[in-house]
Each structure stands twice: as structure tokens, then as C-alpha cells.
């Protein structure tokens, strides 16, 4: 049986062993969902806790400079702290957050972001604003992916390719989950089957549909403020723009749009679809940006960046500072990426407004909107 470790100080020894049991004060949250407690100085990771909660776990995992722990008792809980709806709660890979109250998930969000802008971009005092909430917290998710093995359907624990067994998504939309329903009474065999709503979009497309039309506002005026006395009429790049997602939205604020994407079949919807003023390039960002930005002036350029989670490569952001446009729109879902790529255009723009948005409610998952000016 594992020695129990009845306080903190005997929990500073640096002996410890994985089945160990010691006590732990949260100090933090961090991206990823996991409350960051310290031992003998050394992190100490624990899902299903929240910052300043006072709790006992089983050592899993330890490393020179980290440790994993399993949640046992909370032994004094935060006022946030409120009974997870899901009964496969972290057994499912899928949510992070549904032990904290709403309101707090959304303050959690926003200092992980203001603080990631501080620490990876340098920036002293990241103009986070307050993030917009999901006008549903739960039943929002337009699409899952449910994983069948041996005859069990559910979704992968965190990790691994394991299934855990589940009867119903609480964050899938009510069209979802009658989907998901059917499946499990047909029985399925084993593979991965995608359900979605069934109104059909091409290319990428925002898993939340009240906060992606949010975001379309968001980013609208972002790229043309209301209040702009001089507005920037001449080119819009939309670089990462799927099938023109953002591009068929933003075309009549703008002279001439081109965007940019490397999936063939994205760019030839995004064509189909386009109005007169609007462009269409396929292949890799990092390539194609240079030319896109020289089709218009620099001083009447906006450019609207959308990446993946891995943020911008560095030839990309090469384009970029070879022909700076006057403003940056970034539409980010890591804020670790984000910060990266402000610090490495902090020598050309400063970062003027950062809007948080909760795409991914009771998930980990933080979107922004960003605006940068060129100094």
C-alpha cells in the first residue's frame, strides 16, 4: 500500500515516488486545463481542480521537472466549484472544465491568454479584453467524432486511443446527439464516424455556430471599424481562408480580397461562390503571401491571418515584414502561437486589441481575435 502523506511539508520531500499520496495547494491553471500545484519546488499537474483548492492526489508520473497526479479528495474546494453534469467527466478526453462554474471558466481563459501574451510575447500589458461567452455553454457542438471498439462507442480518453463508453454528449447539439443516438442503436462496427448537423458547409468550419457568427462580427470590425475616420479601402488577404469563410463576408468593405489556401477543393468552392472583387490562390501560405501582398499598397492593405494551431511559419512571417501591410487581424486557437508570433512582429506593429471568444465552452480551447497597427 502507498505511504500516505498527510501534509504539505512532508509533500517538499524530494523522494517522491509515483503512488505516493500527498497533499496540494493549486496555484494555477494552466493552458491545457490542469491545475499547477508545487512539490519540493517541482510542478505538479492535476486535472478536475481549480486554483486555490486545497487537495489530495496520487503521484503518476514524475520527472526532473514535473510531476502528474490523480485528483483523490478535494479537501477545500473553491467557491467556483459546482457538480460536473457529464458522468464520464475526465474519463473522456473531451471537456477540462466542467467542474468550474461558467463565469469562472471564462476568467480562467482570459488570464491564461493575457498571461501567455506577457510571458511569450513580451508584452508588459497585453490589451486582453473580456472574453464573449457562449451563448450556450452546453449543447453547442455542431460536429463529433465517435470512436467504435470492440462494439464499445465513445470517445478517446486523453492520450491514448482508448474508448471510453458514453450514452450522450452534453456539449453536441440537440441535432447531434439525436445523430449519435441512432448510431448506438444500429450497433456499429468498430471504426470512427463523424456526426454532424445536417445542413451542409464546405471547407473548415467553427464547431459553435452562435459564437462562429460572433466571430465573423468580431472580425468585421476589426478589419473596418465603425468609428474609422480613414478607413483602409483597398486590399484585403485573407491568408488560411478555407472556402471564404471571412473572405465572402468582408468583400464589399474592400476594393479587391484574396485568399489564400492550400486545399484544392476549399479554393475552388471559395471561386464558385466569390463575387467579382474576389481571388482565389491554392497552395501553402508561407508561399503565396508575398505575391498576395503585392497586389495592392501597403497603406491600403489589411491582412487577415487564420492559422493552425502551430501559428505562422517563419516564411510567412517573412512575407509579412518584407511588405507590412497597415493592419494584422489574427484569428488565434493557441495562445502560446500567438504570443510567438507577436514578439516576432513586435519590431514592425504593436498589438492595439486582443478579443477573447469561448468557441469551446467546458474545453481548455481559447480563441482571440487579435488587431495589430504598423509602428
Known amino acids: 500500500m502507498p505511504k500516505k502523506e498527510n501534509s504539505p511539508e512532508t509533500a517538499m520531500d524530494p523522494k517522491i515516488r509515483v503512488g505516493q499520496e500527498v497533499e496540494l495547494v493549486i496555484n494555477d491553471i494552466g493552458f491545457g486545463g490542469k491545475g499547477v500545484g508545487r512539490i519540493g519546488g517541482i510542478a505538479c499537474f492535476v486535472a478536475g481542480v481549480i486554483e486555490g483548492e486545497k487537495v489530495r492526489v496520487k503521484i503518476a508520473k514524475v520527472k526532473s521537472r514535473m510531476m502528474e497526479a490523480w485528483l483523490l479528495e478535494v479537501l477545500e474546494p473553491s467557491p467556483q466549484r459546482i457538480e460536473a453534469p457529464c458522468p464520464v467527466f475526465l474519463k473522456c478526453g473531451g471537456c477540462s472544465y466542467q467542474h468550474i462554474d461558467y463565469p469562472h471558466q471564462l476568467r480562467i481563459k482570459e488570464t491564461q491568454l493575457r498571461e501567455a501574451l506577457r510571458r511569450l510575447g513580451a508584452l508588459s500589458d497585453p490589451p486582453v479584453e473580456k472574453m464573449i461567452p457562449s451563448p450556450e455553454p452546453y449543447g453547442y457542438r455542431n460536429r463529433i467524432a ?46 470512427d464516424y463523424l456526426i454532424g448537423e445536417k445542413k451542409r458547409y464546405g471547407g473548415f468550419r467553427q464547431v459553435n455556430n452562435a459564437v462562429a457568427e460572433i466571430l465573423k462580427k468580431t472580425v468585421r470590425n476589426a478589419v473596418r471599424p465603425a468609428d474609422e475616420v480613414h478607413p483602409i479601402a483597398g486590399l484585403l488577404v485573407d491568408a488560411y481562408c478555407g472556402a471564404g469563410f471571412f473572405a465572402h463576408e468582408l468583400q464589399a468593405l474592400f476594393t479587391k480580397v484574396i485568399g489564400i489556401e492550400r486545399s484544392i477543393a476549399s479554393v475552388a468552392m471559395a471561386s464558385r461562390q466569390a463575387a467579382e472583387n474576389e481571388e482565389y490562390l491554392a497552395g501553402d501560405v508561407e508561399l503565396k503571401l508575398g505575391e498576395a501582398l503585392n497586389a495592392g499598397k501597403p497603406e491600403e492593405t489589411v491582412l487577415l491571418l487564420d492559422p493552425p494551431s502551430e501559428g505562422l511559419a517563419e516564411l510567412a512571417t517573412e512575407a509579412i515584414l518584407d511588405r507590412p501591410p497597415a493592419r494584422i487581424v489574427y484569428v488565434s486557437c493557441n495562445p502560446a502561437t500567438l504570443a510567438r508570433d507577436a514578439k516576432r512582429l513586435a519590431g514592425n506593429y504593436r498589438i492595439v486589441q486582443v478579443i477573447p471568444l469561448d468557441m469551446f465552452p467546458q474545453t481548455a480551447e481559447i480563441e482571440s481575435v487579435s488587431v495589430f497597427e504598423l509602428l
Open 146 to 191: 465517435v470512436h467504435v471498439r470492440d462494439g464499445k462507442a465513445g470517445f478517446f480518453a486523453e492520450g491514448s486511443n482508448r474508448v471510453v463508453p458514453v450514452k450522450k454528449c452534453l456539449i453536441a447539439s440537440a441535432e447531434v446527439d439525436l445523430g449519435f443516438q441512432d448510431l448506438l442503436k444500429e450497433r456499429p462496427r468498430d471504426g
